[in-house]
Nanobody, 121 residues
Framework: QVQLVESGGGSVQSGGSLRLSCAAS????????MGWLRQAPGKKREVVSV???????TYADSVKDRFTISQDSAESTLYLQMNSLKPEDTATYYC???????????????WGQGTQVIVSS
């Protein structure tokens, strides 16, 4: 069973930075693809960034050049460095894992409990 525990959320002013962490455990075959998703109140869930074991990385257009996803060498911790934060980045951020990236938003994926990010103007 995969377990994901996020940390690092908080409140910052516009232009500030935060670093989210996601401690992952469980079968590596079930977390070959990992990513960060977010959901703001009243809005649809959005994929922020995804990384797979081949090192392929994708970003949502809204966060390109501001956010950076990475993993430690043991692939046990996933990070999201968020710079130049904007009020529209305010959301609950979730770490997710799946065996395949196409399944990251399906029932077969594993999710953390979420960590809140609030960016004030």
């Amino acid at each position: 069973q995969v377990q994901l525990v996020e940390s690092g959320g908080g409140s910052v002013q516009s232009g500030g930075s935060l670093r989210l962490s996601c401690a992952a455990s469980g079968p590596t075959i079930s977390r070959r693809c990992m990513g960060w998703l977010r959901q703001a109140p009243g809005k649809k869930r959005e994929v922020v960034s995804v990384i797979d074991t081949a090192g392929r990385i994708t970003y949502a257009d809204s966060v390109k050049d501001r956010f950076t996803i990475s993993q430690d060498s043991a692939e046990s911790t996933l990070y999201l460095q968020m710079n130049s934060l904007k009020p529209e980045d305010t959301a609950t951020y979730y770490c997710a894992a799946a065996g395949l990236c196409v399944n990251l938003q399906t029932r077969s994926a594993y999710w953390g409990q979420g960590t809140q990010v609030i960016v004030s103007s």
